[in-house]
């Protein structure tokens, strides 16, 4: 229940990828982590460091005794969720209403953010180059179209992005309406000063236990921030007494549920830059480099499904994940997940160590499903990599859902991992 707790408090800080980024960042500097510049040249030994890169973070652990063939245990994860951004010209409105002009972010379930309270929250960059965090107080809101002027919704509920998804936040005269104003407010900048952003919504709502027992967990962006929160604990809790024979790292990427094409995104270059400048601190060759890369794993830890009970057809028939029962080991034979044999038993003997359960997860075939950051990471830095994740009902639903066990299970996985 503490894990739980604080991991609400995690996602409360981290209504953006920028302030997960961020939030991640205090609990590392706390943990004694020393955070590096990318611009500046770097000194490394023995300890723990960070290095933020706009919404994505890495921060890593390196023994003492570490050299150039050392391999790393990496473990995976996303600091962005679905949702909608703030387009250019944000502020519009009609009939007396003012409303937020947005694009849809990745494949959210659009219903489920209807009549929602939302947030405002990013970054804002200034003419004079600054970058400044934003996050407005609850705003917005999509309202939806009442049964009265909508006979058959509920025969079948049909949503135009363009049309039926701008959020409403006040009423009255359009040329006294300035969205930027209310998030430059929030910043304390000067509105005028405003040369750039990246702000999106997230719902203003924590998290909540509910449920017989208290075994259920409600919130938004558990997918995928209930990993990089499980591996933050495992690695700020290692750091403490880094015991282990590889280099422990935690990889929280960006722009996941775009596709990862981004300088912050898995498939783009700043895992492989950061190996190679700890690589370079060691003096590698490229033969040592190769067998650093040939002994490390990456853990690719992405939220997954726990078999829904009025969908269970959707469900392959055999394997059947619950919630609490443990987090999945995520497989497919045409490679959307990266795990294979060898992953599998290790991931296995992880699970057997920390004393937690764990259970498989395959896609019926009428079903194909997503990818993770997974096959990118093992495609671009050629090291084994395993699928694992929190089982999730309502996966990108403004407000998803899991077992209270599972994060907590998922984290004491990864801090095994990081020590083995």
């Avoid at 990745?106 to 219903?111: E, Q, S, T």
């Amino acid at each position: 229940m503490a894990h739980i707790a604080d991991l609400a408090e995690y996602v409360a800080t981290s209504p953006s990828s920028y302030h997960a980024a961020a939030s991640a960042a205090k609990r590392l500097d706390a943990a004694g982590f020393t955070a590096l510049d990318e611009a500046e040249a770097w000194t490394l030994g023995a300890g723990a460091y960070y290095v933020v890169r706009d919404g994505a973070v890495i921060a890593w652990v390196q023994p003492e005794g570490a050299a150039a063939t050392t391999g790393f245990h990496i473990l995976g994860a996303h600091t962005d969720s679905p949702g909608f951004k703030l387009k250019p010209k944000p502020t519009t409105g009609s009939n007396g209403w003012w409303q937020a002009g947005v694009e849809v972010y990745g494949g959210p379930l659009l219903n489920s953010w209807l009549d929602r309270e939302l947030v405002l929250a990013g970054r804002l960059v200034l003419r004079d180059g600054s970058v400044h965090l934003a996050q407005t107080e609850p705003l917005l809101r999509i309202p939806q179209l009442a049964i009265h002027l909508d006979r058959q919704v509920n025969d079948g509920l049909t949503l135009d992005r363009q049309t039926h998804t701008n959020p409403i936040f006040g009423a009255g005269d359009l040329a006294d309406a300035d969205i930027l104003a209310v998030l430059a407010a929030s910043a304390e900048v000067d509105p005028a000063q405003i040369a750039g952003y990246d702000v999106l919504t997230a719902p203003a709502q924590r998290g909540e236990v509910f449920g017989e027992g208290k075994n259920f967990f409600a919130s938004s962006r558990l997918d995928n921030l209930s990993s990089v929160h499980a591996g933050l604990i495992a690695l700020t809790d290692y750091a403490r007494k880094p015991e282990g024979r590889r280099i422990a790292m935690l990889a929280a990427f960006d722009h996941e549920e775009l596709g990862s094409e981004s300088r912050s995104g898995a498939s783009g270059p700043f895992l492989e830059e950061l190996l190679q400048r700890i690589q370079a601190s060691f003096g590698a060759t490229v033969e040592d480099t190769a067998r650093a890369l040939a002994n490390s794993v990456c853990l690719s830890a992405d939220a997954g499904h726990a078999v829904h009970p009025n969908y269970a057809e959707r469900h392959d028939p055999a394997n059947r994940p619950q919630v609490n029962a443990g987090p999945l080991l995520k497989i497919n034979a045409n490679q959307r997940y990266a795990t294979d044999a060898v992953g599998a038993a290790a991931f296995a003997g992880w699970c057997a160590a920390a004393g937690v359960p764990y259970q498989e997860f395959v896609s019926n075939n009428r079903v194909p499903c997503g990818s993770t950051i997974g096959p990118l990471t093992a495609t671009r830095i050629g090291i084994r990599t395993v699928d694992v994740g929190v089982a999730l009902l309502s996966m990108h639903s403004a407000r998803e859902m899991c077992g209270v066990d599972d994060p907590w299970y998922l984290s004491k996985v990864a801090r095994v991992f990081f020590g083995e």
